[in-house]
């Protein structure tokens, strides 16, 4: 079966200097994950995949869902280092939209910045160190009633992990289509390189095959009305 690989950054510890607008000034995590009632009251999810990183080797469940062991996105991106998801989200928000440099054209959603996403359905990823996580940091590129990619941040001690589906608005509803994650991984790497958060001796390596694809369907009628630009 083929498999979605992950992307892992490796952030550097000296990467986010203090008098940046928006720097997060309380304590970075640390790499022992934080107890929760969830983790205690829910069951293990299956499967468990084993990712190897650099210092450690997460056992972990490869979505994120809205609720315990329902999938609902793949986990496709690894941040490692200093990464708490504070600093990855003072890091996205610092940016613009002006991603020609890496060929992406200079028009909606391409050009999209980010922005926080105060989300009403809050995600939940899972790792055997860290049992259930929320994602109390969520970020949106682009725009809720038209295309948008949305970010979620899972810090599950010493690693944080995320998805971001690149998604469009179902009109008269309050629902939104994936149409891909391939095209959002691009953009949040290309984020991520422009933000000078990355170790530059390693600055991102992908992972082994850690989730299954293709994962879900696209509705025929939601397919046939994408703009041929996207």
Not at 20 to 38: D, E, L, N, V, Y
Request: glycine share 10%; proline share 12%.
């Amino acid at each position: 079966m083929h498999r979605f690989l992950a992307v892992a950054f490796l952030l550097s510890l000296f990467g986010a200097c203090d008098d940046r607008p928006g720097a997060p000034t309380a304590p970075a995590a640390t790499s022992q994950p934080k107890p929760s009632a969830a983790r205690a009251g829910a069951p293990a999810p299956s499967p468990l995949v084993p990712v190897a990183l650099p210092s450690q080797t997460l056992q972990l469940w490869p979505f994120s869902g809205f609720g315990f062991d329902q999938p609902s996105d793949p986990v496709s991106l690894i941040w490692i280092g200093n990464a708490d998801p504070r600093a990855l989200r003072s890091a996205l928000l610092l940016l613009d939209g002006d991603r020609t440099a890496f060929g992406f054209p200079d028009a909606f959603p391409f050009n999209c910045a980010w922005h926080d996403d105060p989300e009403v359905q809050p995600e939940v990823a899972y790792t055997s160190a860290s049992g259930w996580v929320g994602s109390p940091i969520e970020l949106e590129c682009g725009m809720y009633d038209q295309a948008r990619l949305h970010l979620r941040f899972f810090d599950v001690g010493g690693a944080t992990v995320g998805g971001a589906p690149f998604e469009v608005y179902i009109p008269g509803t309050l629902e939104h289509q994936t149409i891909s994650w391939e095209l959002a991984e691009q953009i949040v790497v290309v984020d991520f390189l422009r933000s000078g958060l990355l170790d530059p001796t390693v600055p991102l390596f992908t992972t082994g095959p850690i989730n299954p694809s293709p994962f879900g369907t696209i509705p025929a009628v939601i397919y046939n009305g994408i703009p041929a630009g996207l």
